[in-house]
């Protein structure tokens, strides 16, 4: 059974809005693959377009998390589906925080050598803070915002995404967090 050209348009214009195609454009042909070959049975037996596009839209979802799966690149969690590169903890006191080492490389040091030591003790006596801040609400997660955004540079909505939380909340977090780290040092 052959699928029509404009139907094969519209699968392909459904894969490429789809947001799980953006960052995997290399598989393509495999989500269009895989999308035709779950659709064939249901195009002729649907009448209207809007329908029609409506079950593409699930197929076309279902292939490309098959894809995904299959390649690698995605795998299933308690919470949904998410990347492979993303680390899972269910219980944030798993993660040792320990050997956690700052890094001055981005800090403009001034050439006053004793201005370079009360800087360091600084910074480090503010890194100690926010992992006495974390162990004491770890629910907030503030050492995992704080270094996503400072150490890693990820925007908010970047963090609020991989954490599963809004922009709002990230934000809200790390206000706290300054704040509690501001109280400490007064």
């Not at 249901?42 to 209207?48: C, G, L, S």
């Not at 998390?65 to 919470?79: A, C, F, I, M, P």
């Not at 949904?80 to 080492?101: A, C, F, K, W």
């Not at 910074?123 to 926010?130: C, E, S």
């Amino acid at each position: 059974m052959n699928i029509a050209q404009d139907k094969i348009d519209l699968i392909s214009k459904i894969i490429k809005n789809d947001r799980k195609y953006s960052n995997n454009e290399d598989l393509f042909e495999d989500f269009f693959n895989e999308a035709c070959k779950r659709s064939v049975g249901i195009i002729d037996a649907i009448d209207t377009e809007a329908t029609l596009e409506a079950y593409l839209k699930r197929i076309v979802t279902t292939s490309i998390l098959n894809v995904l799966k299959d390649s690698g690149r995605l795998r299933r969690t308690r919470s949904g589906y998410m990347s492979t590169n993303e680390v899972v903890t269910d219980n944030p006191r798993q993660i040792d925080y320990s050997n956690l080492v700052v890094d001055y490389s981005s800090v403009k040091l001034p050439e006053n050598p004793e201005d370079v030591v009360i800087q360091k003790d600084l910074l480090t006596f503010v890194a100690q803070t926010i992992r006495k801040i974390d162990a004491q609400e770890p629910d907030e997660k503030y050492l995992s915002i704080y270094l996503m955004r400072y150490d890693k540079g990820m925007t908010q909505n970047e963090i609020a995404h991989q954490m599963g939380i809004s922009q709002s909340e990230v934000s809200k977090r790390l206000f706290k967090l300054m704040e509690k780290v501001r109280a400490v040092i007064e």
